[in-house]
Nanobody, 120 residues
Framework: QLQASGGGLVQAGGSLRLSCVAS????????MGWFRQTPGKEREFVSG????????RYADSVKGRFTISRDNSKNTVNLQMNNLKPEDTAVYYCAAGPGYTIVTDDFPRWGQGTLVTVSS
């Protein structure tokens, strides 16, 4: 089970930190990802981190503004979001899977989502 938190309302240029806590005993073996979705659109990849934390990747739209990290001792993955823009408004989901991938369908486990709203 994945539990995401940290969403909220922030002004453009502000920051938020999303967290996702996993109840998986094998968390340290899982590759993690953050995705986001807005109404009427497909869920899109935002950022991913491999099982050890040694590799990370980002969508071009968030590169340089978002930072993903994980703490395997706490079964937690975080997404630090800085310099937020109105177009970052979405429901953000954390996901876990066996592969280090950006493909939505390759992640079998999903959190419930947390809403991020960025006002202009």
């Amino acid at each position: 089970q994945l539990q995401a938190s940290g969403g909220g309302l922030v002004q453009a240029g502000g920051s938020l930190r999303l967290s996702c806590v996993a109840s998986e005993r094998t968390f340290s073996l899982l590759n993690m990802g953050w995705f986001r979705q807005t109404p009427g659109k497909e869920r899109e990849f935002v950022s991913g981190i491999n099982y050890s934390g040694g590799s990370t990747r980002y969508a071009d739209s968030v590169k340089g503004r978002f930072t993903i990290s994980r703490d395997n001792s706490k079964n937690t993955v975080n997404l630090q979001m800085n310099n937020l823009k109105p177009e970052d408004t979405a429901v953000y989901y954390c996901a876990a899977g066996p592969g280090y991938t950006i493909v939505t369908d390759d992640f079998p486990r999903w959190g419930q989502g947390t809403l991020v709203t960025v006002s202009s």
